[in-house]
């Protein structure tokens, strides 16, 4: 059964950084694209970025390009996105999603990261 | 990094179908098979239920069926039932540059 199990989300002052982590099981993880994808409260889907399997390759939406990081860890099957400079508007819920490139086969519960002060 | 654009709201009774529509340009919809449909009731994380315009995962009731047509995808429920009450997003590849968009997100009421 794949899980996908991430943790890191909390209450962050504007500004602010948060490390998001998403510990993958279940399937062949450094064979697969990851993805992080977030959902402000009452709001729709957002993508958010892209890794490659290797993670040569990564891919960032404008609204998160040059705050956010995405890098994975295959010796330990774990995803992970470092994000600096945080906003408001970054509050949501972010989910750690196999795939990529509008395929998104497997999701986590999601981690609620709210930026306030 | 434009949404694709859904209908905010579609209903239907049960037993009826209700098609779902995902309108994109030419550099996502219209320009590849990768579009993908997600269903996510209240409080859950989204779950796939078609990929590539008309391919359903294992396990997806094949009362769920994708097509496209031009720049717009659809997603039509048949034969409705309580559980299909639910919002549906569509989701497409729109280049190496832009790996995901998503819609806006439709809330389909079973009546």
């Known amino acids: 059964e794949v899980q996908l199990l991430e943790s890191g989300g909390g209450l962050v002052q504007p500004g602010g950084s948060l490390r998001l982590s998403c510990a993958a099981s279940?399937?062949?993880?450094?064979?697969?694209?990851m993805s992080w994808v977030r959902q402000a409260p009452g709001k729709g889907l957002e993508w958010v970025s892209t890794?490659?399997?290797?993670?040569?390759?990564?891919y960032y939406a404008d609204s998160v390009k040059g705050r956010f990081t995405i890098s994975r860890d295959n010796s330990k099957n774990t995803l992970y996105l470092q994000m600096n400079s945080l906003r408001a508007e970054d509050t949501a819920v972010y989910y750690c999603?196999?795939?990529?490139?509008?395929?998104?086969?497997?999701w986590g519960q999601g981690t609620l990261v709210t930026v306030s002060s | 990094q434009s949404a694709l654009t859904q209908p905010p709201s579609a209903s239907g009774s049960p037993g009826q179908s209700v098609t779902i529509s995902c309108t994109g340009t030419?550099?996502?919809?219209?320009?590849?098979?990768?579009v993908s449909w997600y269903q996510q009731h209240p409080g859950k994380a989204p779950k796939l239920m078609i990929y590539?315009?008309?391919k359903r995962p294992s396990g997806v009731p094949d009362r769920f069926s994708g097509s496209k047509s031009g720049n717009t995808a659809s997603l039509t429920v048949s034969g409705l039932q309580a559980e299909d009450d639910a919002d549906y997003y569509c989701?497409?590849?729109?280049?190496?540059?832009?790996?995901?968009?998503f819609g806006g997100g439709t809330k389909l009421t079973v009546l």
């Open positions: 999603t196999s795939g990529g490139s509008g395929y998104y086969p497997n």
């Open positions: 279940g399937f062949t993880f450094s064979g697969s694209a």
């Open positions: 890794i490659s399997y290797g993670g040569a390759s990564t």
């Open positions: 030419s550099s996502d919809v219209g320009a590849y098979n990768y």
């Open positions: 590539e315009v008309t």
């Open positions: 989701s497409s590849y729109a280049g190496s540059n832009n790996l995901g968009v």
